[in-house]
């Protein structure tokens, strides 16, 4: 059993200062173009005729936001993709590209074939992700309990838990649920053990009587299971940071999904055309490779993760998010300015700043210039690069005073700059009378 001595879960605050360490790169600049092309060919699509009740549900759902939660989106891209694979096995092609009659149909059946075949490859990706992550989570929470008979009832506790749900689905697929329904089934069997996480934290439900017995379970991990998933807690943050690109490719693999679907329910009537075939297969293409990518980041962010930490390191960094502190970029090549307004002469203004170093140390020029109300500049602090700094600059005229922090001089290096800055006031003595 792992100590915990000394630990509180992970904040939001720690989360942050942990994810600004690894950063995501943007996704590729296709999926945004080739999500629009698709989306224009469903709606060339829909001009006639009418859509069905099932494709209108795909369209209305197409037009929202995905969900704000990252694990529910894994489930939907799950969902979508296998959705995707179904329409792309050939038994249920439309009966005239089934033929293969014409020369362009050989050609499209081959390249459907090497569609379903990527689709295929990212779904395995995305579920055995998924089965890591939740392996990983259970298995860290497990080395910080009693490793007793205690231990042991919770393992079996959730074995049968899993074998119930298995159960349930199994059930739903021999009789006849779609593709859809049993993801809405997975999907609420996944809320339960989000529930039952809760549960274990504050000793309810099904967990009330066993945790009686389990004497000896760190409250900080009960704290853990309780406060994960708050609606504003640590996942906030991981929703806040990796949320937006998992998002663009859920709504990616979603509108594909429903051209296929269009598509077919039409071919008789208008076949695909070489150029459609063309931006399904480039989209199909960006969307694997970029998950899959996605899937690789963020489970090295997950495997490193920590659950808890020192509670001086929770302490530092909820203070330090509530000291009035900002953060700023400055990229390569530009400055960074503060505009601070003086009401009288002998104020003092006060600067504190630092830079938020990588492996490498890096600096950054300041200087504090005086503004005229004509616009006329004068130079009251001289430039100097620091790596950080902490002063102040006593004022002999009232006005404008801008704070300067220069990066020009960088080619490729942006700076983060964590700064304070304050305008204190003369300070008059009180008089008094006789």
Same mark, same amino acid.
């Given at each position: 059993?792992?100590? *915990?001595?000394?630990?509180?879960?992970?904040t939001?605050?720690?989360?942050?200062?942990?994810?600004?360490?690894?950063?995501?790169?943007?996704?590729?600049?296709?999926?945004?173009?080739?999500?629009?092309?698709?989306?224009?060919?469903?709606?060339?699509?829909?001009?006639?005729?009418?859509?069905?009740?099932?494709?209108?549900?795909?369209?209305?759902?197409?037009?929202?936001?995905?969900?704000?939660?990252?694990d529910?989106?894994?489930?939907?891209?799950?969902?979508?993709?296998?959705?995707?694979?179904?329409?792309?096995?050939?038994?249920?092609?439309?009966?005239?590209?089934?033929?293969?009659?014409?020369?362009?149909?050989?050609?499209?059946?081959?390249?459907?074939?090497?569609?379903?075949?990527?689709?295929?490859?990212?779904?395995?990706?995305?579920?055995?992700?998924?089965?890591?992550?939740?392996?990983?989570?259970?298995?860290?929470?497990?080395?910080?309990?009693?490793?007793?008979?205690?231990?042991?009832?919770l393992?079996?506790?959730?074995?049968?838990?899993?074998?119930?749900?298995?159960?349930?689905?199994?059930?739903?697929?021999?009789?006849?649920?779609?593709?859809?329904?049993?993801?809405?089934?997975?999907?609420?069997?996944?809320?339960?053990?989000?529930?039952?996480?809760?549960?274990?934290?504050?000793?309810?439900?099904v967990?009330?009587?066993?945790?009686?017995?389990?004497?000896?379970?760190?409250?900080?991990?009960?704290?853990?299971?309780?406060?994960?998933?708050?609606?504003?807690?640590?996942?906030?943050?991981?929703?806040?940071?990796?949320g937006?690109?998992?998002?663009?490719?859920?709504?990616?693999?979603?509108?594909?999904?429903?051209?296929?679907?269009?598509?077919?329910?039409?071919?008789?009537?208008?076949?695909?055309?070489?150029?459609?075939?063309?931006?399904?297969e480039?989209?199909?293409?960006?969307?694997?490779?970029?998950?899959?990518?996605?899937?690789?980041?963020?489970?090295?962010?997950?495997?490193?993760?920590?659950?808890?930490?020192?509670?001086?390191?929770?302490?530092?960094?909820?203070?330090?998010?509530?000291?009035?502190?900002?953060?700023?970029?400055?990229?390569?090549g530009? *400055?960074?300015?503060?505009?601070?307004?003086?009401?009288?002469?002998?104020?003092y203004?006060?600067?504190?700043?630092?830079?938020?170093?990588?492996?490498?140390?890096?600096?950054?020029?300041?200087?504090?210039?005086?503004?005229?109300?004509?616009?006329?500049?004068?130079?009251?602090?001289?430039?100097?690069?620091?790596?950080?700094?902490?002063?102040?600059?006593?004022?002999?005229?009232?006005?404008?005073?801008?704070?300067?922090?220069?990066?020009?001089?960088? *080619?490729?290096?942006?700076?983060?700059?964590r700064?304070?800055?304050?305008?204190?006031?003369?300070?008059?003595?009180?008089?008094?009378?006789?």
């Amino acid at each position: 059993m792992a100590s *915990t001595e000394g630990l509180v879960p992970i904040t939001r605050a720690f989360l942050a200062s942990y994810y600004d360490k690894h950063p995501f790169s943007p996704l590729s600049a296709d999926v945004a173009r080739l999500s629009s092309e698709i989306r224009s060919m469903v709606n060339d699509l829909l001009n006639h005729p009418p859509p069905t009740q099932g494709e209108s549900d795909l369209i209305n759902e197409a037009d929202r936001q995905p969900p704000h939660k990252i694990d529910e989106n894994m489930w939907k891209n799950r969902e979508y993709i296998e959705e995707a694979i179904f329409l792309l096995e050939s038994s249920n092609w439309p009966e005239v590209l089934k033929q293969q009659s014409a020369p362009d149909s050989v050609e499209f059946a081959i390249t459907l074939g090497q569609l379903k075949d990527k689709l295929h490859n990212t779904l395995k990706a995305l579920e055995s992700f998924q089965i890591k992550n939740a392996e990983h989570v259970f298995n860290t929470v497990m080395t910080y309990l009693p490793q007793d008979f205690r231990g042991t009832l919770l393992r079996q506790q959730r074995e049968r838990s899993e074998r119930n749900k298995q159960a349930e689905v199994d059930t739903l697929v021999n009789s006849g649920g779609s593709i859809r329904d049993r993801y809405a089934l997975l999907w609420k069997q996944q809320m339960d053990r989000r529930r039952q996480l809760a549960q274990l934290g504050s000793a309810t439900g099904v967990y009330k009587t066993l945790v009686k017995y389990l004497v000896g379970v760190p409250q900080v991990l009960l704290d853990f299971t309780r406060q994960i998933n708050d609606d504003n807690g640590p996942m906030e943050e991981q929703r806040h940071r990796y949320g937006p690109p998992l998002y663009s490719l859920t709504s990616m693999i979603l509108s594909i999904r429903l051209f296929l679907s269009l598509s077919w329910a039409q071919y008789d009537a208008k076949k695909l055309k070489r150029e459609q075939i063309a931006v399904l297969e480039q989209a199909v293409d960006v969307y694997t490779m970029e998950l899959q990518r996605f899937l690789i980041f963020i489970s090295e962010v997950f495997a490193n993760a920590p659950f808890f930490i020192s509670a001086e390191v929770a302490g530092a960094l909820e203070a330090r998010k509530n000291d009035d502190y900002k953060e700023i970029n400055v990229p390569a090549g530009k *400055t960074y300015e503060v505009l601070l307004s003086v009401d009288a002469v002998n104020s003092y203004i006060a600067w504190d700043f630092s830079l938020v170093q990588g492996k490498i140390n890096m600096d950054i020029g300041f200087s504090l210039e005086f503004v005229s109300p004509t616009g006329e500049k004068t130079l009251m602090l001289p430039y100097r690069r620091y790596e950080s700094d902490q002063g102040n600059f006593c004022t002999l005229m009232a006005g404008s005073y801008k704070l300067i922090w220069d990066n020009t001089y960088s *080619t490729f290096f942006k700076k983060v700059v964590r700064y304070k800055i304050d305008c204190i006031p003369p300070v008059t003595d009180s008089v008094q009378s006789d």
